[in-house]
Every structure is written in structure tokens, then in C-alpha cells.
């Protein structure tokens, strides 16, 4: 298993609980290497069903957040649109923050940190595994679970992801309830979100009052090559500026964060596939990269989860196993990456009214 996130995890917990082991090699030097990220929502026929076949249901109900299922909608004038609250009862889709769901996954699992794949290369003898420093491993079966930038996938594929238009700069916020407590109430319990024109501000609440705001906008690729990305003021002046007339209090997130990051938006193909090859596959980003509207990790957990369900019913025949398992991940993965990218074309458009009326959707 190469890629300790929410996709392998969830391969490499489902098998231990069959009692088959597993190695997991992941390039970070440890669980706390850097920043695991926001928050997710794990859907009930998705990412739940999941956390379900590796005995985890119960653990994530205790972790997870359904309030933050909330959304509130506001113009660019900071008028309230759309505000939504989840009923008292539903689980359809509740919140859990990155670290938590992989500590949970992680739980039992030995995994090899600091361990950086830089290449597979199956042969007649199973698969050889490159690792930085010269070192060379041989295994029957490699799933490639290392995200976006996958180095397992050129072993199947020579497809790369290609820029969307869409980029994404992140900031975050800490502690807003005391700290920001304006903020706090203007985000609510969940996220918050303002559609203008080829733009978006969203701001998601996590755990702990810590909260994380992404501004969204079209533009090139290298929009920010005059900037040095480590002067916050020079990169909060050039996004205050793309998004001048909006409401104080929505700029008001840009203002006071004291960190940004660029995440210019890349995908895969909608179509993306690959001609089999034996003792290799990929899962999750590195299979099917799509705009994150909440299904990515919600597939990349599910495809993990059924990858070992099956692999434990039936290891006498791995390459059957995954040959069927690859059919079935790219019929699903190709649905909802047709969806997500038409969503990102409607929630960053020249029209923010398309942007309210997707979400409309959604909740009917």
C-alpha cells in the first residue's frame, strides 16, 4: 500500500481486521508531519459505509460532528440567502476533521513513515517498489493510494492532471469563538459560503473553533508569480482587491488570517482508465483526481474499504480480484467526477445565481 491517507488506511485497516497484513509506506516522516487538513463530510452510502466494514462506525459517530452539516449562503452585500440546519436526527452527512478520521483509521496499523516512493515497475515476478535513498522492495500487489500527484499511476497510465481554471487560497482561523466571535456567528455551526462573480468565499468550521476559509476565483495558473508566497500582506492586498466591494464583514476573513497557501485546482479526466496490468492499481486521487465537493475522500475510503473486502474473500486469485474491483471503481468514479466538475463550473461562473441554485438542488 503506498499512501497513508483515507484510501489506503481504510485497505490497510479492512484487511488487518481480516487478519491479513499489509505494509503501508507513506512519504511524510510521521502522523504529525505536517498539517492533516479541514474537514470532511462522510457520507452515509459512501464513506460510512466504509468506516462500517472496518468496525469503525461507532468510533466516527462519537468523533463526528452533525451540526456542522449546517449552510449559510450570503450575497457579496452580506445579505443572508440560503441559511440550512440539519435536523436533530440526521446523519446523512455529518463532519469529521481530517486528523481525527486518520487516527482513527490508523489505530493498530504499522506504517512505514518516512518511507518516499518514487517508482513501480511490475515484471513477470510481481512488482518492484523505488524508494528514495536507492532501496528496492518486491511485492505480489501495489495499490497506489498517493493522491493527486500519484507515483504509482505512471506504472499504469501516463495521464497527469491538468489545471481547471479554478484556484484556491486557503487561510485559517483559530480559536473564533473567543478570538473572532463576529466571525464565529457570521460562519455558524457549519460552513458559510458567498458566490460572486467568477469568485467564491468559503469558510468551513472544524473542531476546537478553528475554522478554514478558502477564496476561490478563476484566474491563471501563475496569477500569483509577482508574489512571494510567504509575504501574507502581499497576498492578502491581492485578494482583497479581487474580491473589492464585497461585505466588511465577509472580508473580514481574509483580513485577519495570518497565513496563506495556493491550491490552484487540478483534475483527472473524467474517463480516466488504464489497461490492466497485473500486481498494480490505484485508488482514490490517484486513480480519479476530481474538484473537492465532497466526494473524493468519501470514494477514495469506500474504494479501499471494498478492495479489501474482497481481496479477503478471495486472495487465491488477487489479479481477478482487482481486474473486477477497477471495473466497478471506474463506472462510480466516472459519475461523480462528471458531476463535481459540472458543480465547479456553476459554484465559480460568471453567474452566482447558478452557484445558489445547485445548492438548492442539493438540499431538496
Not at 102 to 108: E, K, N, V, W
Not at 225 to 253: T, Y
Not at 255 to 282: A, I, K, S, Y
Request: hydrophobic share 45%; charged share 25%.
Amino acid at each position: 500500500m503506498v499512501g497513508a491517507g483515507p484510501g489506503g488506511l481504510a485497505v490497510a485497516r479492512v484487511l488487518h481486521r481480516h487478519g491479513h497484513p499489509v505494509a503501508v509506506l507513506e512519504r511524510d516522516s510521521g502522523p504529525a508531519a505536517r498539517p492533516p487538513g479541514g474537514t470532511l463530510d462522510l457520507h452515509k452510502g459512501l464513506g460510512q459505509l466504509a468506516l462500517a466494514k472496518a468496525g469503525l462506525l461507532p468510533q466516527f459517530r462519537v468523533l463526528s460532528r452533525p451540526e456542522g452539516q449546517a449552510m449559510r449562503i450570503l450575497d457579496v452585500d452580506g445579505t443572508v440567502l440560503r441559511d440550512w440546519q440539519p435536523r436533530p436526527d440526521d446523519d446523512a452527512n455529518p463532519e469529521i476533521d481530517r486528523g481525527q478520521l486518520r487516527d482513527l483509521l490508523l489505530g493498530p496499523l504499522e506504517v512505514r513513515w518516512g518511507c518516499r516512493v518514487t517508482r513501480v515497475a511490475p515484471d513477470d515476478r510481481g512488482v518492484v517498489v523505488h524508494v528514495a535513498g536507492g532501496r528496492q522492495e518486491r511485492f505480489d500487489l501495489v495499490v497506489g493510494a498517493d493522491g493527486a500527484w500519484s507515483r504509482v499511476r505512471s506504472a499504469l497510465s501516463p495521464v497527469t492532471p491538468h489545471y481547471t481554471g479554478v484556484t484556491t487560497v486557503e487561510t485559517a482561523l483559530d480559536d473564533i469563538d473567543t478570538r473572532h466571535p463576529d466571525l464565529g456567528r457570521l460562519v455558524g455551526d457549519g460552513a458559510m459560503a458567498v458566490y460572486g462573480v467568477n469568485r467564491a468565499l468559503v469558510a468551513q468550521r472544524g473542531s476546537g473553533g478553528h475554522v478554514r476559509v478558502h477564496a476561490q476565483f478563476r484566474a491563471p495558473v501563475d496569477w500569483h508569480a509577482d508574489l512571494d508566497p510567504a509575504d501574507a500582506e502581499a497576498v492578502r492586498s491581492r485578494l482583497l482587491a479581487l474580491f473589492d466591494g464585497w461585505a466588511a464583514p465577509v472580508l473580514d476573513l481574509l483580513r485577519r488570517g495570518d497565513t496563506f497557501t495556493h491550491r490552484p485546482l487540478h483534475v483527472l479526466p473524467v474517463d480516466h482508465t488504464w489497461t490492466h496490468v497485473r500486481g498494480v492499481t490505484l485508488l482514490g486521487d490517484a486513480a480519479h483526481l476530481m474538484p473537492p465537493l465532497g466526494v473524493g475522500a468519501n470514494l477514495a475510503l469506500l474504494e479501499g474499504a471494498e478492495l479489501a473486502e474482497a481481496l479477503a474473500a478471495d486472495p487465491a486469485d488477487p489479479d481477478e480480484t482487482v481486474w473486477a474491483f477497477e471495473e466497478r471503481m471506474w463506472a462510480r468514479a466516472g459519475k461523480w467526477a462528471k458531476i463535481t466538475q459540472a458543480g465547479l463550473e456553476r459554484l465559480v461562473s460568471s453567474d452566482p445565481a447558478a452557484a445558489i441554485a445547485l445548492f438548492d438542488e442539493v438540499q431538496s
